[in-house]
């Protein structure tokens, strides 16, 4: 009995090694193949990707020093980048030993899974092609889109990158700005600044228009050609208002906006002129009587 004991321990021990062999022997294998692969891979993969934005990096600097569109120039770059990196991930797939065949098959079913989900996205796809083609803003340019204005920083496949003026960032759908209304404050080198200062009327209109013209035409930004302009613009309930429009070159717009302000309203009070506030006056009409008589009709 204690001899079958023994024999069947001996034989349970033996397997368990020859187990535990296989084990270490598949690991070992596995190590020293695909595991050594997957490494230079990662590594690769790692040092590939700077090689790519450093490319990429520098060929669009290149582009620009030579006066190329900014525009085309940073959108390509940022398709070529994505390009490569996504041909050097499915070529080390198969290095690795991942069939890039049965891969590829998987990937095109999910693409048409994935684009029949996102068939939103593919409009905005299509819609930054048709920005990038028919040009209707570049980067840098100040533009307005519904409730959305500020510059232009970024313009990818899908969004574009758009930066306010009190800095922060929004992101609108290519599709959406191909089928809106785009004001581009930066298309034109001139704009005009449109001012209206309102006095009373018992002003000197005459006096106070050379005074209102005098006040922006002393600005050192305000071209001289288109010329100033002052006139009369309305007849309001409470005020005499005076449109005030001048020209200038585009990056100064806001300088001079602020600044004219500030001076024709200094100019108005140096010179006596009345800044008129809403007024209303009331005209009693009749006797109005007195206060016997009001008690006298109170009483009765």
Known sequence: MNFLLDTTAETTATTDSGTWDRFIGTVTEWATNAGIKILISLLI???????INFLSRRIMKKALAKKADKTIVKTLAYVLSLTLKIALVIALMGYVGIETSSFAAIFASLSVCVGLAVNGALSNIAGGVLI???RPFKIDDYIKVGDYEGTVEDIHLVHTKM???DNRVIYIPNGTLSSSTVENYSAKDLRRVDLTFSVSYNTDVEFAKKVILEAVSAHSRVLNDPAPFVRVSSLSSSSIDIAAKVWVINDDYWTVYFDTIEAVRAALVKNGIEIPYNQ????IRGNVPSGDDRKETESK
């Open 45 to 51: 993969i790692f040092i590939g990707f700077r090689v």
């Open 132 to 134: 990038i083609m028919t």
């Open 163 to 165: 930066r306010t003026v």
């Open 280 to 283: 209303l006056d009331v005209n």
